[in-house]
């Protein structure tokens, strides 16, 4: 056991200044926080141990230094470091709210309620998806901090009782994976399917592991040519503030794009892929055209998901060209925001909340109402990053006749049929696939769903009945004396919009009479 031994050492080595090294620009009040914290959990942990043989705190830590390295506040790294306190040690829910105030407490006492989700069968497996799902609409951060603890369960997944190996890596790779895709962070997304790929197809894992490998190795020469080629051509063109980079594929993802090709590996064109970074959308398009105007590029493969997001909002252009010396390269060209969205996804936008305090967002949606509606319906602000269709699942909270919605729901693919619709200002709305301006309207508010009385979709008036596209730009109208008819009920698709406008039309019967 000379690994673990040595695992041992290092582990003990971890100190407060891992974690707040990791911290993007910690303010002196984060700082104070997450080491008030860490100081707590190493007392409240000290005779607990993993079954790795490792102090249980140690756990902790690293789950706090994968929380700082989503670029999470020092509130949530807190949170991350007392997230077992409570389940496993004698501390009160009261105790962590008197010591570290009532956000950490509810935080902490979210990842608590969420416990161990067992995952067995179809029915399990839906019930844990639900719990997760409730606890998310709550409060995004507490999903954050769950998947960070996941992260580090899998990472020492081989000191396990192998029995549990096996249900942990599904569990992983069904629930736990999709969710970081679909919450677009990517980074835990590929961590955790690579992790959880050797338990589930162990023959498959080490097979792909060597064909990446010797693909990588033939190619790696031929990719740092082509890149010197292609930052000299990029100064040369005036393009400043560029990197470029290479990313390997991950296993699991290179798997499954195999199957989805009959094996045939020579059809993997993005094993190794370079990515050019800039500043600006327009400077994207210069780069593609001196890449283009120097490379052949394959026909076909050239796709814009800057003009046409992918449906989890990924943006980037992509292109595959000849690099003239028998290789073929593909190069993604985006900006350097677009890639920090695209690797951290919701927590981006979590981190950014956190800091100018939750007002910015809100503001837009409150502009946007009739100004002498009166709004009982002000949403809370720990709500508000939270994507519409996970507030929808979380609706389906009673087992027993909504568990039936649920699950087919969850079934139909869900993942895959939504769309993302943008106001006018940017903000990105996440709605199923066929929802019209009423869904939208009705997604943003229902004040302004109540009022809405006509919509523009990417500039041009559209009736209320058009199917919203990934992408469409929607303005809604409202108007004071406009409304719902029974007619909206057959063309909106949401069970938010159907309730909104349940309750409108009834309300207003009952006022007429
Ligand atoms: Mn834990």
Not at 18 to 31: K, L, Q, Y
Not at 319 to 324: A, I, P, W
Not at 416 to 436: A, E, Q, W, Y
Request: a positive charge.
């Amino acid at each position: 056991m000379d690994n673990l031994e040595a695992k041992k050492r290092n582990s003990a080595k971890l100190s407060l200044t891992d974690v707040i090294s990791r911290m993007w620009d910690p303010t002196p009040e984060d700082i104070l926080l997450v080491k008030k914290a860490f100081n707590y959990a190493e007392k409240a942990h000290l005779d607990h141990v993993r079954s790795s043989g490792e102090p249980y705190f140690i756990h902790l830590v690293e789950t706090a230094m994968i929380l700082a390295e989503l670029g999470m506040s020092g509130t949530t790294v807190a949170a991350g470091l007392l997230h077992d306190a409570i389940e496993d040690m004698s501390v009160t829910q009261e105790e962590i709210e008197s010591e570290f105030g009532s956000e950490i407490g509810f935080l902490v006492q979210g990842v608590t309620k969420l416990g161990s989700l067992k995952y067995k069968g179809t029915d399990r497996h839906n019930e844990s998806l639900r719990k997760l799902f409730v606890a998310m609409s709550e409060d995004i951060r507490v999903l954050l901090i769950k998947l960070a603890d996941r992260v580090h369960n899998m990472r020492t997944l081989s000191f396990v009782d192998q029995d549990k190996q096996l249900r942990i890596a599904k569990e992983t790779l069904e629930i736990y994976a999709p969710i970081a895709y679909r919450l677009g962070i990517r980074k835990l997304n590929r961590e955790l399917e690579d992790l959880a790929f050797p338990y589930i197809y162990p023959e498959e894992y080490k097979e792909i592991k060597r064909t990446r490998k010797e693909l990588h190795q033939d190619k790696l020469e031929g990719l740092e040519k082509f890149s010197r080629s292609t930052r000299k051509a990029l100064a040369k063109e005036g393009i400043i503030n560029f990197k470029t980079e290479y990313r390997v594929k991950g296993l699991y993802s290179l798997y499954k794009k195999l199957l989805r090709k009959e094996k045939d590996i020579e059809k993997i064109y993005d094993i190794n892929a370079m990515r050019v970074l800039v500043e600006t959308i327009p400077d994207c398009y210069r780069v593609l055209g001196v890449i283009h105007s120097r490379w052949r590029p394959l026909p076909k493969r050239i796709k814009d998901y800057i003009a046409f997001p992918k449906p989890n909002g990924y943006q980037g252009i992509h292109t595959t060209v000849f690099t003239g010396d028998g290789n073929i390269v593909e190069v993604q060209i985006k900006t350097y925001d677009m890639h920090k969205l695209s690797e951290f996804g919701i927590a981006s936008h979590v981190t950014y909340k956190e800091k100018t305090k939750n007002r910015d967002a809100l503001a837009w949606i409150h502009s946007l109402l009739p100004k002498d509606s009166k709004s009982n319906e002000r949403r809370k602000s720990n709500t508000a990053d939270v994507p519409q269709w996970i507030k929808e699942l979380a609706q389906y909270e009673e087992p027993g006749k909504n568990q039936k919605i649920f699950k087919e729901r969850l079934t139909s693919d869900f993942f895959n049929h939504r769309i993302f619709v943008f106001s006018p200002k940017g903000d990105v709305v996440d709605l199923p696939m066929h929802s019209t301006p009423i869904d939208f309207a009705y997604s943003i508010h229902s004040d302004i769903g109540n009022h809405l009385f006509g919509a523009r979709v990417n500039g041009k008036l559209e009736s209320l009945e058009t199917q919203l596209k990934n992408g469409d730009i929607v303005e809604i109208l409202t108007k004071e004396n406009s409304g719902p008819t029974q007619k909206w009920l057959d063309v909106a698709i949401t069970s938010l919009a159907k309730r909104n406008i349940r309750s409108e039309l009834s309300k207003r019967k009952k006022s007429k009479r």
